[in-house]
């Protein structure tokens, strides 16, 4: 194909991502110096669209970006009132009391918020302080300076035929041009996976480890809505199985959030996670909560685990990653929407210092010192041990010696040092002969959904006509490989159902791959046991539509 023209436009910085770290460092360097030329890039059709949280929010990341964020008008509307934590059997549960958690775990202060929404109001934010931010432009690629430093990004291609050639409505994009790149692309992002490979930025960290979170929106019966409850479990019905638990976050307007994270480093390949969040909502307590009550949404999206022990080198030359492309969720909180806030500001800090002293396409090393010394590695270094602890010993063991290991670390000491994530988690599958199907209830159309069903709650879309994003490094692992060693586990770790080993009598068996249901939550990515699977971004306004997720 012959080298593809583009015009340049040219900027002090170019963010990629317009989620709370992207759009925190957008408005963190219009207040350090309103000349600077800005730029945000956005994949989903408006921003918010592809905005996934539970969300409780810690305030503190807005309080230090803007402090009258109230007098603003931002939608942080519901506070916390009441912090339930249980333990679930199949059809009871036991209280652990709030007294022996760390003050780190208490919710008290926090808010139940919409994230999209929060994402849309401080987009207001910027555009009033002057940044362009420009949704439905997905970022494909990575331009790159004659010194080998990252100088910008490749944005708004459209029109590609399936084959990957020109079709007859293409349009080339842009090359946007910056002194620096921020990747703000959240977890697993794909430019900011070529960079962590390409400057060789994960050597010397632990593995990134992951989750999948779903998350359903219910609208309860007025009289068992609770504004302000926020609820969390563990236990059934993943028992031994896999990691996880269950977040019920009850909003304003009769609404409920209803979510479900399975630490994607379980080893049975039939482990169904989907499956395990439609049978969890049959547990007696929440059952009697959503009975008489509808879902009005659906959407899933991977969640970054490791932590401080994974987080990987965050700058090279030209360019620095933010938020969760780093990887920055507190995990035992479930929180990382306040330090993608706080990596946003203190990312826009040091390129104003920098493009002050008329530096570019270097490295921001105080961005990364500030990241690692300032609140979000102290934050982060709490809890460090709190995950390898449960992949190790399991549930409860997990829950005694993590909740000892968050006291001591409050006190600035820990028993057990810095624990090891082991392997990857695409690694930790292990052989389908090594474990037996799981059988999963059907679900019943009323608490419970198939997954197609559900994922037309998403509302999402990708046009037809282009290459599948879903790139498949080779065709024929899926049945040559992972369908006789994995029982090709895509069919099942999948929350939108992209993928399908279609056996028809008298053929052979066919790996399809359903791109149009994808909502870009990377798990395929993740979790692939041979690593096969590449989630390239598509072309920009593709993907799910979520309300007020
Ligand atoms: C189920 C679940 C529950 C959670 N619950 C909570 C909670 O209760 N509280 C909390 O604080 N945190 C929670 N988190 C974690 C929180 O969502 C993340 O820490 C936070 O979203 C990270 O923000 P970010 O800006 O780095 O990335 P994101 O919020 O993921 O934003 C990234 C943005 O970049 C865009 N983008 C990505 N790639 C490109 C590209 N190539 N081109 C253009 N645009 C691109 C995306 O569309 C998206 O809008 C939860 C996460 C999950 C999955």
């Known amino acids: 194909m012959a080298e593809i023209e583009r015009e340049a436009m040219e900027y002090d910085v170019v963010i990629v991502g317009a989620g709370p770290a992207g759009l925190s460092a957008a408005i963190r360097l219009k207040q350090l110096d309103a000349d600077l030329d800005v730029v945000v890039l956005e994949k989903g059709s408006e921003v918010g669209a592809h905005i996934l949280s539970g969300a409780v929010l810690d305030p503190c990341g807005l309080d230090a970006l803007i402090p009258d964020w109230k007098e603003k008008g931002a939608p942080l509307n519901v506070p916390v009132e009441e912090d339930n934590f249980y333990v679930l059997g199949e059809a009871g549960k036991l209280r652990v009391p709030n007294w022996p958690m760390p003050p780190l775990m208490n919710n008290h202060g926090n808010y139940i918020v919409s994230m999209g929404n929060v994402c849309r109001w401080m987009a207001e934010q910027a555009e009033e302080m002057g940044v362009e931010i420009f949704p439905g432009m997905a970022c494909s690629e990575i331009v790159y300076g004659d010194n080998g430093e990252v100088k910008g990004v490749v944005a708004g291609e459209f029109g590609k035929n399936p084959d990957g050639t020109p079709g007859p409505g293409y349009e080339p994009g842009m090359e946007l041009h910056g002194k620096y790149v921020f990747l703000g692309e959240g977890v697993r992002g794909s430019l900011s996976k070529e960079v962590i490979a390409k400057y060789d930025l994960q050597a010397g960290k632990d593995p990134q480890k992951f989750g999948v979170g779903m998350k359903e929106i219910w609208e309860v019966d007025p009289a068992k809505h609770k504004p302000g409850t926020v609820t969390h479990t563990m236990g059934w019905p993943l028992g031994s199985n896999a990691g996880g638990g269950s977040f019920i976050y009850h909003l304003d307007n009769n609404q409920v959030y209803v979510g479900f994270v399975v630490h994607l480093n379980y ?55 933010l938020g969760c492309s780093v990887g920055m969720v507190n995990v035992p909180r479930i929180k990382g929407n306040h330090n993608a806030m706080l990596s946003g500001k ?54 005694a010696l993590g909740g000892l290991d968050m006291w001591t670390n409050s006190a600035g000491f820990s028993l057990f040092g810095t624990l090891k994530h082991g392997k990857t988690d695409a690694a930790a599958t292990e052989e389908a002969s090594k474990h037996k199907p799981i059988d999963y209830p059907k679900p019943d159309g009323k608490l419970s959904f198939d997954r197609l069903t559900n994922v037309s709650f998403a509302m999402t879309n990708h046009e037809e006509s282009q290459p599948c994003h879903l790139q498949l490094a080779d065709p024929n692992i899926p049945l040559s490989v992972n369908l006789p060693k994995f029982a ?23 790996f399809v791959v359903n791109f149009q249901n994808c909502v870009h939550c990377k798990t395929c990515d993740i979790k692939d046991p041979s690593q096969n699977i590449n989630w390239a971004t598509p072309q920009g306004g593709d993907g799910p539509n979520y309300p007020n997720m």
């Not at 002293?357 to 270097?362: H, I, M, N, Q, T």
């Not at 010394?373 to 829950?399: Q, T």
Request: proline share 7%; with cysteine.
């Open 267 to 321: 080893k049975n390949p039939y482990l169904f996670p989907y499956m395990e969040f439609q049978r969890f909502k049959h547990h007696p307590m929440v059952a009697e909560l959503l009975k008489g009550g509808k879902r009005v949404a659906y959407g899933a999206r991977a969640i970054t685990e490791g932590g401080y022990q994974s987080m990987p080198k965050m700058v090279a030359p030209g360019v620095a990653l």
């Open 346 to 399: 203190a990312a826009a800090e040091a390129a104003f210092d920098a493009i002050k002293a008329e530096r570019s396409g270097d490295e921001l090393s105080a961005y990364e010192s500030e990241v690692r010394e300032g609140a979000i590695g102290k934050d982060l270094k709490k809890v460090r041990n709190v995950k390898p602890m449960w992949s190790k010993w399991g549930l409860v063991p997990s829950l």
């Open 488 to 510: 090709e586990p895509a069919q099942r770790y999948c929350p939108a159902g992209v993928y399908e080993v279609v056996e028809e009598d008298g053929k052979d068996a066919r």
